[in-house]
């Protein structure tokens, strides 16, 4: 199959709803990644987002809604009855934007959405690319991000054609997504609720509007934990290069690595690192990262080290990425990086 990345325009997203609409598959921009949409009532057409991605069908997916009115997805039963605590008040603070709410499954969800678990994850993206096909198509878009399997997520149009060259028809390009990763995934299934994926909105952030404690679920301890959020393997978004997470900001700069800097450093050799936060905006490292991970994956070294992530309030989101995307941990001592394999069990 040819893929086409095309720029945003009305012919393009017509195009775009009518292969939607004849159950394919397209890829869109959305402000956190971009997503690999398909019409989410429809199985046939879900089934082939897992067959593009190479996703286990275990992986559930986030459901994509037109409208932030929780009302409407019960009346068409996308949610059951009756809707949980707090996802009133969360969808209209938060909603377009990038939380996902864990809330019970609606009938007309397939079971491929959502993996079999009588629970859908639903969000409400903000991007005017996005909100433009929701609103034509009039019903829910499934949606992962649109990588390949434990790959890395696409934050620009060319790094959804080298995930998915051949393998989908067409590639909306929107430019680079503004926010850079994923959403926040929210089960409301638990008291209190339980942040299952750190994103750009934080357990304070939510906390604040419900009134009430927001736990955070610790680190998946193993990849065959299937429950409660499959998706939540420990390896994920990880380039083929080995990637080592520092204890202590960087120093040296031995030849045959990559290093990736998070404040800029005097002494660093401008061939081989690259700057998460140039500006000291902690959401610019976020936009970065993927970007950064993927570029570094392609010069073929031997290894790519990280500098530790300050504290701040995308910290734990940033944090949960580079832990599940390293192969392990390293510090510089002796004149040598002394590295510490991460343990996955
Ligand atoms: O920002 C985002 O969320 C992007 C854009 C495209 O919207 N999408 C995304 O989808 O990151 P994906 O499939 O890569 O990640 C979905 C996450 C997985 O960790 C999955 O396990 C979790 O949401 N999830 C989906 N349905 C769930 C459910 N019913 N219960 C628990 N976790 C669920
Ligand atoms: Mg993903």
Avoid at 205 to 226: C, F, G, N, Y
Wanted: glycine share 6%; hydrophobic share 40%; net charge neutral.
């Amino acid at each position: 199959m040819k893929t086409r990345i095309v720029p945003i325009s009305a012919s393009s997203l017509r195009e775009a709803c009518q292969i939607l609409q004849g159950g394919d598959l397209v890829a869109f921009p959305t402000e956190t990644v971009y997503g690999l949409g398909a019409l989410g009532l429809r199985s046939d057409a879900v089934q082939k987002i897992f067959h593009a991605k190479g996703r286990p069908s275990t992986d559930p997916l986030i459901l994509h809604l037109p409208s932030p009115d929780l009302n409407q997805a019960v009346t068409h039963h996308w949610m059951a009855a009756p809707i949980p605590p707090f996802a009133n008040e969360l969808a209209k603070k938060f909603w377009p934007g990038p939380l996902t709410m864990v809330v019970p499954k609606g009938a007309k969800v397939p079971l491929e959405v959502t993996a079999g678990l009588g629970t859908v994850a639903l969000r409400v993206p903000a991007h005017p690319v996005a909100e433009k096909l929701l609103q034509v198509l009039g019903e829910p878009l499934a949606a992962p991000s649109a990588n390949r399997f434990g790959r890395i997520s696409p934050t620009d149009a060319s790094a959804v054609l080298q995930e998915l060259e051949g393998k989908i028809p067409l590639i909306l390009d929107g430019g680079p997504c503004p926010h850079g990763i994923e959403s926040t995934v929210l089960s409301l299934l638990s008291d209190p609720p339980t942040i299952l994926r750190p994103g750009s909105i934080t357990a304070e952030m939510i906390s604040q509007i419900i009134q009430t404690e927001v736990l955070l679920r610790s680190q998946p301890r193993d990849s065959k934990s299937a429950l409660p959020s499959p998706g939540m393997l420990e390896n994920h978004y990880a380039p083929q290069t080995p990637l080592y997470l520092c204890s202590a900001p960087i120093e040296s700069f031995p030849s045959s690595y990559q290093f990736i800097l998070y404040h800029r450093r005097a002494a660093s050799p401008q061939a081989q690192t690259y700057l998460l936060c140039p500006d000291g905006n902690p959401s610019t490292a976020a936009q970065n990262l993927y970007r950064i991970l993927r570029e570094a994956d392609q010069v073929g070294s031997q290894a790519i080290f990280i500098d530790p992530i300050p504290d701040s309030p995308w910290a734990p989101a940033l944090r949960d990425r580079l832990h599940r995307a390293s192969a392990g941990t390293a510090n510089w001592a002796n004149g040598q990086w002394n590295l510490r394999p991460r343990e996955t069990t």
